[in-house]
């Protein structure tokens, strides 16, 4: 326990400024939600249908999974954003209207009824949809439900939103950040799902964010991308990639700032609060990934490149036999050393030390690829908490990611046993 | 239930004239083996030490993890066999002898002690270990073995020796053909080990094959090469690629068939039977995959290319969540069409088709790439059984490949939540 790591900031490039702030998606101005069960789910007692609504069209940003088999949503979104405006987040769950013939048709006709209700166009609904892929979708709940959803829009409804977008969650993902631009106040807040089917690659889980921020299309979709590189993209609880993974991001320009249409200062303040927001869903995700008892959070510093960074961080983060070790809270380094040799990255192995981390101390386990003497006790009070760092140093370079993940439970094969039936 | 797949051949290539004999690794003229229990374990009731020994020396070839850590035996055995001879395989359970300092100098001080009883150049010892990665490793409990280890040799010792090799593994991984060359019968056997940290690449898990068939060692890594390619990198346990797999193979040449030392029909008989035996026993590392109970068979078929079909094939067999739903007999198809999604493969998803298969029948679940009707009895009835084949067929080709692995359940994070400690 003498020679330290060096300490990954993973809060570096964020603003002073920023710092976080109670809500979620209508923390930004301009924005209400509200969320109801409209009978997509047969329990009557989970929300199912979630609907953001800003009182002015919006500049739109959206990313989506890389999976080749998209759901209907994506498909619908991806036209309806074309144009960078929207002005609604809709989303269901209980059903990811994927692998369905006529799921486009069906998509369309959930924008039509509630863009009616809200007297916008129909092409300025962002949709998506959650749950399972394959089952035949019925739009009927959504047109009854929907003057109700518009109804029941409030500057208080976005716990019921992200009730409503929730599938195998346990816990509400929500997190909003306050940031200036020229002296002008601005706020960035959003709400997320996932638990299972999590390896985003590209995109993300569903994540609706909203920003008053006043920033063009470009810049938000610029922001997104580099936001989500380095949160979601970095969230790994199954290695299984969605059909559905949608992260979307509407901003009102209510704040007032002078519009962001390009490189600089202001873009980089804002791309930095839009990450810490992520990142705070991000961890929710990962904590709450199905099954899971602990947050693992792997830190890795001294890459030769970014890229080896990431994939080392991932790769750990992502390990069956290792997420399986985390549950039995065993210090078995070995399956770290593992991961790290079969990740795709530059890594000289020689040069690895390895540590866990926690509230309760730290152990070093491994250093120059070789193991070192350590407590078996000391490891075990370290790993016995619910959140766990693993800090990883390849000692080749100046590059650091961070990946999240979480244990693998004996309550991760009880719910994908039998979700479907 | 209409629409039949096209059946892929699996037995593609292999020559009518092999069959399957009784026995293993001294089924080859000239070999025997032997196994016992030496200390490197604490369970007595454990074998630990398995040797296999040629009465001369031997064309030999072997392929190792792609891991970048690499066992202290891998380094050894690559210096070893550089010269393209050997003699004997040795091998310890217990301790992988990787992450070790001493590591390269104690798997020398393994040969020496064993060459010298045998009274061979050391260097014509195969070794290979396996067990918990970064604990110290004691060479006494060897040396001490080492003349018993030796005067138990024996044609009826490969029982002792694929025990002594085995570690969660819950079964015996033996198999066994002869073929012919030129009118010669040859001989083609091994054993293998390996339950959890299975996800070969380029190698495997630890497999040990002999043969008494005469063929230069260029040839016999060729064929090592392409048998492994279709059958031990074709499974996936955990998605844990190790850092000691190993697959090694000495030839007598005691059979007296006229050398092969090139391309040809022999060359191609004599690869098709090592195919066959490695399929048998990667079939059996599939099925006795930590806690698993269930073989997941993955059939591709209609592929453009051999990479994408193979490339689907593992990504559906490695599917966390598909895994999960085939323990509990859950005929979750969008689980199977999101792997394939997710596959690096060249896929048209809506030329799809997915059905489930069993002794107890087939269950057609999706055409292209659409959900078709079928009964939910049916499907449970066909995916209770012990050995399920899922059939993708991609409509896009004539390549085929088939992957195998198992499912997912509580007794792999049993079995991995306390596996060092």
């Known amino acids: 326990m003498t020679a330290r790591l060096r300490k990954y900031d993973y809060r570096k490039g964020v603003q002073s400024k920023m710092k976080f702030i109670e809500g979620s998606v209508t923390a930004s101005k301009g924005f209400t939600a509200s969320g109801l069960h ?31 088999v998209k759901g209907a949503p994506i498909l619908v979104t991806r036209e309806h954003i074309a144009d960078g405006k929207a002005q609604a987040f809709l989303c269901n769950s209980g ?20 863009s009616k209700e809200l007297g916008i166009p129909e092409e300025d609904i962002v949709i998506a949809s959650t749950g399972v892929i394959g089952q035949p979708i019925y739009v009927e709940p959504v047109v009854s439900a929907a003057p109700a959803l518009v109804k029941l829009l409030s500057k208080d409804g976005s716990g019921d939103a992200v009730d409503a977008i929730m599938t195998t969650d346990t816990h509400r993902k929500e997190a909003a950040a306050e940031f200036e631009i020229n002296g002008r106040t601005c706020r960035v807040g959003g709400i997320a799902k996932g638990s299972g089917m999590i390896n985003p690659n590209m995109a993300t889980m569903l994540c609706f964010i909203t920003t008053d ?20 993209n970095m969230v790994c609880v199954d290695g299984d990639t969605s059909t559905n993974d949608m992260a979307a991001v509407l901003a009102s320009g209510l704040a007032g700032n002078d519009r962001i249409t390009g490189e600089g200062g202001a873009l980089d303040a804002f791309t930095s609060a839009l990450t810490a927001v992520m990142r705070k869903l991000a961890r929710g995700i990962a904590r709450d990934g199905e099954g899971a008892t602990k947050l693992i959070e792997c830190v890795v510093s001294g890459a030769a490149d970014k890229t080896s960074a990431k994939a080392v961080a991932k790769a750990v983060i992502s390990s069956n036999l290792f997420k399986a070790a985390m549950f039995g809270s065993d210090a078995n ?6 991961a790290v040799g079969y990740a795709d990255a530059n890594v000289d192995i020689s040069k690895v030390d390895v540590a866990f981390e926690s509230i309760a101390g730290r152990v070093d386990v491994c250093r120059g690829g070789m193991g070192v003497e350590f ?34 439970t004996y309550d991760y094969v009880k719910i994908n046993g039998d979700y479907r039936t």
């Open 38 to 68: 409209c009978g997509m789910r047969k329990n009557r007692a989970k929300k199912d249908l979630a609907l953001i609504f800003a009182s002015c069209r919006c500049d739109a940003a959206a990313i989506y999974t890389q999976n080749k």
């Open 375 to 408: 407590s078996e006790n000391d490891a075990s009070s370290v790993l016995m908490r619910s959140e766990i760092k693993v800090l990883v140093s390849l000692g080749g370079g100046a590059f650091g990611a961070t990946a999240w993940g979480c244990d693998l």
């Open 333 to 338: 380094w070995g399956r770290v050393l593992c």
């Open 213 to 232: 921020a006043d920033i063009a299309s470009e810049c938000l979709h610029k922001a997104l991308k580099t936001a989500a590189d380095e949160t979601f």
């Open 95 to 114: 059903n990811a209207n994927t692998c369905n013939a006529d799921g486009v048709e069906k998509a369309n006709a959930m924008c039509a009824c509630v």
